[in-house]
């Protein structure tokens, strides 16, 4: 299916604008970027640069004015359930349970409850919440109910996970524990993630690479492979020398919008 | 909490029977005019023992079960339609408005010229009064659809037919629940209107009687059964109601 060792995600010459022609607004430049199978790529850039747009583009929510989306080689037309999305609010179903919620993906495709029944146990254990699988969301604290929506896109076993600003809404110390448990969760499945984030140590501490991106209309303004240990030390001098060069250039681009 | 609700309930009665008693015994008004409890029980027992209530009453449900039942069918399938596709909303959005704020009322001799005296003129007209409401507020639950919710079943796979069916319907539930109960409420209201006319039975049709018969008891008696089933159905809506969205308050 696909060619063996091409990017898993081929983002090229995609742009968007918003609103009607002649006074459209440009919310995205012409971004290419291409993700390898296995890689968790930050997209990194000031509010209203467009990385949320990049990302519901790849996911098939929005169409791009030019430009293609490739997901192993094909070129994305609409949502799928090849690419799993994971939602700064969570969007966690509030009539199912936990349970009900992680199983959703494999009830869609018609899998023998069994099957299901075993798929939702082993990603329950994996964010740790199989003690909670009967409750309802509204019984769940925020870091809950987001380790609960990364076990119901895992579930589905998509090819790639999209992540938008998924840890913006909680508080500091559940923010890092919960980079703790995706960056642990990652190190057993190996995915390929695209994830969205404005906190610059976040994209330092999950990536493989950090793209920054300009101010809007979005461009890519420097990618920053990111040379770590798999495990990472937030204090360790070469992790806050990452993330200093980044704050320097993110700090250019956020210049440039207070002008 | 409940006791607050009977004692309510008492002191109401009380009063009622303080004042009618205290007519007949004083002779303010004709007491005729303002029935006694005890009339109006006397009134009821005899109704009842005869098998009369409950021919009027299960004539009056059989209807609204029809009437409502077939309006609600149609205000589902329609407030889901134009709730999820936004051409047919804007082509209906104006019509509706400008018949819902007519008096359903304006149109009941329209329903008899059309539907004769029978059955149908009476399940028209309770269809008729209710689909609008409900049409109306199951349209604006599914408007209110969260579209993330929506966004996160596509991207697990959901086809048009599983979206409407796992992420509208439940998610718009709440709303629909209430539309229902709003409906219910609404045929009680007009389905004494619908038998004023041309019914020989319903409880509109016994309340009716009364006036003909210059009988204010059976009027009384007449306006509480349907206060009686009223509530009585509300209160069951209510409880599976709370059965069904358990998951919205789930402590």
Known sequence: MTTAGGPKIQIQRVAKSFGAPGRAMEALGQIDLDVAERELVCLLGPSGCGKSTLLNIVAGFLAPTSGTVLVDGHPVSGPAPERGVVFQEYALFPWRTVTGNVEFGPLLQSRPAAERRRTVDRYLDLVGLRAHADKFPVQLSGGMKQRVAIARALANNPAVILMDEPFGALDAQTREVLQDELSRIQRVEHKTILFVTHSIREAVYLADRVVVMTSAPGRIKQIFPIKLPEVRDRFAPEFTQYESDITRVVREEVAKVQE | ?251
């Open chain 2, 1 to 251: 909490m409940g006791t607050t609700r009977a004692m309510a309930m008492l002191g109401a009665f009380a009063l009622w029977a303080a004042l009618a008693h205290g007519n007949a015994w004083l002779g303010v008004v004709n007491p005729v005019l303002l029935p006694t409890p005890v009339e109006v029980g006397r009134v009821g027992l005899d109704l009842a023992r005869s098998g009369e209530l409950a021919r009027h009453v299960l004539t009056s449900l059989g209807r609204i079960a029809q009437g409502f039942g077939l309006a609600a069918l149609a205000a589902l399938t329609l407030g889901l339609l134009v709730g999820m596709c936004v051409p047919l909303r804007l082509m209906t959005e104006p019509v509706i408005e400008f018949v819902r704020p007519i008096p359903p009322l304006a149109f009941l001799p329209m329903f008899l010229v059309w539907f004769g005296l029978g059955e149908a003129s009476k399940v028209a007209f309770i269809g008729y009064t209710t689909f609008f409401p409900m049409f109306v507020a199951i349209t604006a639950s599914v408007l209110r659809v969260d579209v993330v919710l929506l966004r996160a079943a596509a991207s697990l796979g959901a086809t048009r037919a599983d979206l409407v069916r796992r992420v509208v319907l439940p998610a718009a539930l709440p709303g629909i629940a209430v539309a229902l109960r709003v409906g219910v409420g609404l045929a009680l209201f007009v389905i004494v209107g619908a038998e004023f006319m041309g019914a020989d039975a319903g409880l509109g049709n016994l309340i009716m009687e009364g006036r003909t018969f210059f009988n204010p008891a059976q009027i009384v008696m007449g306006a509480l059964v349907l206060g009686l089933l009223g509530s009585l159905i509300n209160t069951l809506l209510l409880a599976a109601e709370r059965r069904l969205l358990r998951w919205r308050t789930a402590a």
